[in-house]
């Protein structure tokens, strides 16, 4: 019996899940990595893209996540940058924890210029989710990342990205109307 590739990724989870519970998280990354990857090989057929691109983003970012210290998250980490941005196409519309997680580890990486981007776009998004639901936990969220797409936006020697996050870090810093 020939297995489909929907097994290869169900069986891909299972062993990542397994070298995780067992303590190998260096293992179990490589098979969100993997499993990562079988998600783009999929047809339309066997779903559709923007789900498999999403669920792709969720293998890598745990593998980038596992292999943290690992020599091979270089590697990795363009793969999971290109999946990420595939996601962002769209705008990060349910997607702003992934936009967060991606900005502050791609600031890890150095690549402030990218980070800055995801960051500046998350903050955008819970900002006005904030204002639309009153909410002072998310007015905080938006906030914090503000000011983290003005850190990296500065280290990246853009200035203009800096700036409004600046004053929009400082304008949520206040009290609310």
């Not at 893209?49 to 091979?72: C, F, H, I, T």
């Not at 290109?82 to 702003?96: D, I, M, R």
């Not at 009153?134 to 797409?149: K, N």
């Not at 003005?150 to 409004?164: C, I, P």
């Amino acid at each position: 019996m020939q297995s489909t590739p929907m097994d290869r990724i169900g069986i891909y989870q299972a062993l990542a899940r397994c070298h995780e519970k067992l303590g190998d998280v260096k293992s179990a990354g490589q098979w969100r990595r993997k499993a990562g990857s079988a998600y783009l090989t999929l047809s339309d057929d066997a779903m559709a893209k923007d789900e498999r691109q999403y669920l792709s983003l969720v293998e890598y970012r745990n593998a980038v996540q596992d292999l943290a210290g690992d020599p091979s998250l270089k590697e990795i980490a363009g793969e999971y940058k290109s999946v990420l941005a595939e996601n962002w196409k769209g705008g990060p519309e349910g997607l702003t924890h992934e936009g967060l997680f991606g900005g502050v580890f791609l600031m890890g990486l150095g690549d402030h210029a990218a980070a800055a981007r995801y960051l500046f776009d998350s903050a955008e998004a819970i900002s006005e989710q904030a204002t639309e639901a009153r909410d002072p936990a998310l007015r905080e969220a938006a906030r914090r990342a503000y000011e983290l797409a003005h850190e990296a936006a500065m280290k990246s020697g853009n200035m203009q990205v800096a700036q409004v996050a600046k004053v929009r870090a400082t304008d949520l810093a206040q009290p609310a109307p």
